[in-house]
């Protein structure tokens, strides 16, 4: 699957999102080594801090399929520049092997980078005691 067609894919979970309040609708889809697609969306909840990001929906999906490698993440909005995860995510995405994150807008606007590059001196498992 190439870069557009798994953004394709993110933008359709997208029309799912919830965001009553910010009206900001944002969505993901993974891609899994098994080559498997899991989506996410925004979910917000009126006590903001409880709402959930489309990356971090699509990551708890993938995972509690039993799935823990990654071959890209697409991530999509209606924004003026490709949408990047929030700080959050990105401590996520750390987490698990991903090859590329593709940053995406409704406008066709793309940006592929690596987790590391999204959150340079990551903090990960060696920074454990």
Do not use: W
Request: proline share 6%; charged share 20%; with cysteine.
């Amino acid at each position: 699957m190439n870069d557009r067609e798994l953004v394709a894919r993110a933008a359709e979970f997208r029309s799912r999102a919830y965001a009553p309040y910010s009206g900001f609708a944002v969505g993901a889809a993974l891609l899994a080594r098994s080559g498997k697609i899991y989506g996410g969306v925004n979910v917000e909840n009126a006590s903001y801090s409880v709402g959930i990001c489309a990356e971090r929906a699509a990551i708890a999906a993938a995972v509690t399929a039993g799935e823990r490698e990654f071959e890209a993440l697409a991530v999509i909005a209606d924004s003026p520049a490709p949408c990047a995860p929030c700080g959050m995510c990105r401590q996520v995405l750390v987490e698990f092997p991903i090859a590329r994150v593709i940053l995406a807008n409704t406008a066709g606007d793309l940006r592929v980078l690596t987790p590391a590059e999204l959150l340079p001196h990551a903090f990960g498992a060696a920074a454990l005691p």
